[in-house]
């Protein structure tokens, strides 16, 4: 393996955990300072800090991508991570993954010295001031999970013109959170509901959208409120939207419009997770999604289980608006395909999916899973009888009934 070049050498060592790729040192005067030139650094929950130093201490040149892991153990300081930190700072890091499973950690601001960052993951940490993301000017992507930017983040604007991808899970002080990038097309935010989008999404490119809360909230403090057509309206070059039940009813404080503003052209594909169509607010949600969406081609819905914590709705009120004439008042030209998860045979489930049927003249194909603990098989045979009489505007539609879900 000695006479192989540097850089298959290289490539072998960052394959193997880290401690193997030390100990080659011992195998010969040719090997000795081999690892040190290794520049894609993992070091998994078994190292130390002290260990993690050392070995940085005596690295030679730049370090690509270093994933660091904090444990969940007794600290009574982060000085060693510190430490860590400031000396992979001057290793012009590339791509930077901090997973801390500890108390919430502080990045110290010599964080910022890594310019060269393309690619900065960061869990369970205090990032305060906001305006120390300025400095990476090559940063393309950006995944935070329970990150706390600090109050003074408030109207601060951050320039990020390489930011391709930003996910925000369970992040907090986020509200006027303004980015300037002009290549920005994924947005994914779960759990944050102090998320100011309306300046957020102010972007030219953006296509791909997830917004979820996964769980319900309802104590929306010091931030100005967020409706439906404000939100969509900052998005007029998006082709892909994901949102929750949840995310829909936080939108629906203020009265859902039958039509936006401006339409959502571009819109492809869609995907409606946890809905609640006995919940009025996110039926009217879902069918002004619809509504306005002219070139939409595929949707996809996972209804939402009968558990204990969630609301049981009075069925008679969707179920009538779902029959009225004008309900949709629109033709879904473009929609080929639907498919929808944890059907359990509610009236506004099957009068939704006759919805849709009547008004998809291109529909080829409708793909239903049921819930596992909705009903006994002769219940499901009677309900997919009845789906497979409803009028369809396609003629080529074709109905597909799978196992249910457990």
């Known amino acids: 393996m000695s006479n192989l070049p540097q850089h298959l050498i290289g490539s072998i060592l960052e394959r193997l955990p880290i401690e193997d790729a030390v100990r080659t040192s011992i195998l010969s005067k040719s090997w000795r300072h081999t690892w040190t030139t290794m520049i894609v650094l993992l070091f998994d929950k078994q190292f130390s800090k002290k260990t993690i130093n050392d070995i940085l201490t005596l690295h030679d040149g730049p370090v690509s991508k270093f994933n660091l892991h904090i444990p969940r153990i007794e600290l009574d300081s982060f000085r ?69 930017f600090g109050v003074d983040s408030c109207g601060t604007l951050v320039t990020l013109p390489q930011l391709r991808s930003l996910s925000l899970i369970k992040c907090k002080n986020v509200y006027n959170f303004n980015i300037k990038a002009s290549k920005f097309y994924s947005l994914i935010v779960f759990s944050c509901p102090d998320a100011m989008l309306l300046r957020l999404l102010d972007t030219p490119c953006l296509y791909l959208v997830a917004l ?9 403090v010091g931030v100005e409120r967020m409706n439906l057509a404000r939100l969509l309206s900052k998005l007029p070059k998006m082709e892909q939207l994901a949102m929750d039940g ?44 619809l509504r306005n969406s002219p070139n939409l081609e595929g949707l ?12 049981d709705y009075d069925v008679g009120p969707a179920s009538n608006h779902l029959e009225s004439s004008n309900c949709l008042d629109q033709t879904l030209n473009r929609l080929q395909t639907v498919q929808i998860e944890y059907f359990e045979g509610s009236r506004p489930e099957l009068l939704f999916i006759k919805l849709l049927l ?12 049921p819930s596992g603990t909705s009903s006994d098989a002769h219940e499901r045979v009677n309900i997919a009888m009845d789906v497979t009489r409803f009028p369809r505007a396609s003629p080529k539609a074709e109905l597909i009934f799978l196992n249910p879900k457990p």
């Open 80 to 148: 060693e991570v510190d430490q860590t930190m400031s000396l992979i700072s001057r290793k012009s890091v590339q791509e930077l993954v901090l997973a801390n499973s500890n108390r919430c950690y502080e990045l110290p601001s010599y964080v910022s010295s890594c310019s060269k960052l393309r690619n900065l993951e960061l869990e369970n940490c205090i990032f305060k001031p906001l305006v120390k993301f300025q400095v990476f000017s090559n940063l393309e992507r950006l995944f935070l999970i329970n990150i706390d």
């Open 212 to 220: 979820c809360f996964m769980e319900p909230f309802e104590d929306f």
């Open 246 to 289: 949840h995310f829909m009813k936080f939108l629906s404080a203020e009265k859902i419009p039958r039509w936006l503003p401006h339409a959502l052209n571009s819109l492809r594909y869609m995907r409606l997770k946890y809905f609640q169509l006995s919940d009025l607010d996110q039926l009217h949600g879902v069918l002004c999604l």
């Open 300 to 311: 996809w819905m996972v209804w939402r289980l009968r558990e204990p914590q969630v609301m």
């Open 358 to 369: 009547a008004h998809s003249p291109s529909l080829e194909e409708l793909i239903i899973k």
